[in-house]
């Protein structure tokens, strides 16, 4: 219970502190959209040389879509942890201010989303060739690698380190300072889940369930806009949180409305064996 309690004061603490300054929600938006138009400039192409078997062409586009979707994620996930980190200083932010940090930090960017792209790449095609128990494992990777990565956006935006600096700054505070960083993470996903993505699947099975083709179209409509403002909400609060649990956790202290006790479970360092 205690972890709970924990986890739905972080989301709690997070939402006030989007709802402080909504334009922290127009990062996932603006990334969202970057990413769905560089998907389909490149993607569709891709698909189309791969039925026409030219395949080497092919490759070649999908590879630079993959590089390009990352790279705007990462622009605007920073963009959006350099924001959040003014709201949480008790400054008016803006897209233009959450953008001139991401802007400072191309080099860095450009890194990291390389370094995503690559590994995204190597767990897909391990997944095509092993199956579903490869699914299964490489499924348990992909998870433990979000959580070992998780704070390594507010590291590039407050940092501004490169990919592997990124990363061993990301995954040592993860493993020094384990605590609830895993109840926070899930708290968030499972809030939103509760509030949007479950609606959304109640709305369409309702549509199914009364047959009317007009009424059916009108839900679906409905459970798709829940969807994206789910997914919206969910990748603001989730880079406010780690923003927050990141400075808790480089020794900076509580900041912005997160108090030292909500935080102080969500950095307990790791107990090793052999203490007390």
Known sequence: MGRIRRGWELTKTSWGVLRSDRSLAAFPVLGGASALLLAAAFGLPAALLFNDDSNVLAVILAAIGIYLVSYAAVFFNVALAGAAAQVLDGKDATVASGVAVARTRLPAIAGWALMIASVNIVIRALQERLGPVGDLILGGIAVAWGLVTFLAIPVIALENTGPIETLRRSAGIFRERWGEQVTGQFSIGGIVLLFT??????????GYAVGNGVLLGVLIAVAVV???????????LSQIFAVALYRYAVG?????????????????PRTRRGTI
């Open 252 to 268: 900076q202290g509580a900041t912005g409305a997160f108090t030292e006790d909500v935080l102080a479970g969500a950095v307990r």
């Open 226 to 236: 829940l969807v994206i403002v789910g997914a919206i909400v969910s990748t603001a």
């Open 197 to 206: 993505f479950l609606p959304a699947i109640a709305l369409v099975g309702i």
